[in-house]
Every structure is written in structure tokens, then in C-alpha cells.
């Protein structure tokens, strides 16, 4: 079992800029992909940023130019920059990793974006 902890949530203003953590109790070294969805409610759940075990960066459409994803090795994190936010970022955001027989998901964080 994959524990995954994530911290970073919040309210901010549109334009503004947030950094969610995500800390995961493996080697997150040994596993296929990390990363960050989110999902409105009512809506169905959408990647916002993966990193492959190869190092291989994947995008949601909606987030291109403005969220960065990253990864530490030695601290098993997975990090979200997000910048130039936007209203229709709001949303609970949850980290993800696919382990070796499954995918684990983290109890996920609000992201609310509104003046």
C-alpha cells in the first residue's frame, strides 16, 4: 500500500500562483508515473501533469505554460507550480502514482481561484 500526502491547497486570487506538494511513503524512483489530476464536482477527473519513470513530461491541455510539475528522488515528492491561475482551475487536485499493480491516489487538496 502507497500512502500519498498532499499539502498546498488553498484560495488565490485569478493571476496569482499556488504550489501544491505531494509526499508519497515510497521510492517514488521505482514506479511508472507520478503526478497531479483534478476534478470538478460533476465532472470527470482530468490529468493535469505526469512524469514517467523515464522522465517523460505530460501536460493537460488547459494547463500548458502555466503548471510545472517536478520530482525529488530523495524526498519522494512530487511538486505542482501552477501560475497565471485561472477560475476554471478551482477544483480538488490529487496526487497520483501508478505503482506495480495499481494506481494510488491521494485524499486530494482544493484549489479554489476566485476574487
Known amino acids: 500500500q502507497i500512502q500519498l500526502v498532499e499539502s498546498g491547497g488553498g484560495l488565490v486570487q485569478p493571476g496569482g500562483s499556488l504550489k501544491l506538494s505531494c509526499a508519497a511513503s515510497v521510492d517514488i524512483s521505482t514506479l511508472h508515473r507520478v503526478g497531479w489530476y483534478r476534478q470538478v464536482a460533476g465532472k470527470e477527473r482530468e490529468l493535469v501533469a505526469t512524469?514517467?519513470?523515464?522522465?517523460?513530461?505530460n501536460y493537460g491541455d488547459s494547463v500548458k505554460e502555466r503548471f510545472s510539475v517536478s520530482s525529488d528522488t530523495v524526498k519522494n515528492t512530487v511538486s505542482l507550480h501552477m501560475n497565471i491561475l485561472k477560475p476554471e482551475d478551482t477544483a480538488v487536485y490529487y496526487c497520483?502514482?501508478?505503482?506495480?499493480?495499481?494506481?494510488?491516489w491521494g485524499q486530494g487538496t482544493q484549489v479554489t481561484v476566485s476574487s
Open positions: 512524469i514517467s519513470r523515464g522522465g517523460l513530461i
Open positions: 497520483y502514482v501508478a505503482g506495480p499493480w495499481t494506481d494510488y
